[in-house]
């Protein structure tokens, strides 16, 4: 009960039903009759839906491609993990013997998905405008300059470039398979060069597992 209280006090928000926080903060491979998947899709989709509408009124000017990218650049697990990190969520969760030896405290897919899982726990005991409050704050104050320059990298193009300009070739991506549930779906895409496999990633979905990879294989190049 203590570590939920302390947890409590660096969100700002305390829960009335304990229970509820203590399955948002739990883990599958924890042993408990519940953990916080469900939870956890139901702050998925609640953050996808804050974060949109936050974008659309902060820059009326921009198409819904640049909204598109915005949103992507923020919803996801890189940028739900470091939102995790300013509620020190690693070390609350309820994770099994077997995630700890694993480092899962700082694995960036538990820590996201513990944090949507708060969110939606926090939706269905307040409502959409706390978790607006909390998240908000949390996103402003995680990300000081917010538009499309500073977010939204796109290394597809950045590799595209180099290798047309280096190698003559445009890079290719090849999905290498997908897991998961569902509504959480992870892809792992390969970058391809001269049909040799340069660098691979995961993502939650195709076009951002591509651009991790992009990224990786961006990397990789200039380091040659």
């Known amino acids: 009960m203590q570590k939920l209280m302390e947890f409590e006090k660096k969100l700002g928000y305390s829960f009335d039903d304990k229970g509820l926080l203590k399955e948002a903060l739990t883990h599958k491979s924890y042993k408990s009759p519940v953990n916080n998947e469900r939870l956890e899709f139901l702050g998925d989709a609640v953050l996808d839906l804050i974060v949109g509408e936050y974008l659309y009124k ?13 949103r992507a650049s923020i919803v996801n697990e890189e940028g739900f993990a470091k939102l995790a990190d300013r509620l020190d969520i ?14 899962g405290r700082t694995k960036p897919s538990l820590l996201s998905n513990a944090f949507e899982a708060v969110m939606g726990a926090i939706y269905l005991e307040s409502g959409l405008e706390k978790v607006r409050q909390l998240a908000l704050a949390l996103l402003e104050e995680a990300y000081p300059k917010i538009d499309l320059g500073s977010l939204f990298k796109d290394y597809k193009t950045t590799l595209q470039e180099l290798t047309q ?49 992009a990224k990786l294989a961006l990397q990789r190049l200039k380091d040659e």
């Open 165 to 213: 300009a280096k190698y003559g070739v445009t890079p290719t991506y090849k999905l290498l398979g997908s897991s998961g549930p569902d509504h959480k779906k992870e892809f792992e895409v390969a970058v391809m060069l001269h049909d040799k496999q340069i660098a691979s990633a995961k993502g939650r979905s195709k076009k951002a597992a591509q651009q991790e990879a």
């Open 58 to 70: 902060k820059f009326p000017k921009a198409n819904e491609g640049e909204l598109s990218k915005l």
């Open 90 to 103: 690693g070390k609350y969760i309820f994770i099994s013997q077997a995630e700890e030896n694993n480092h």
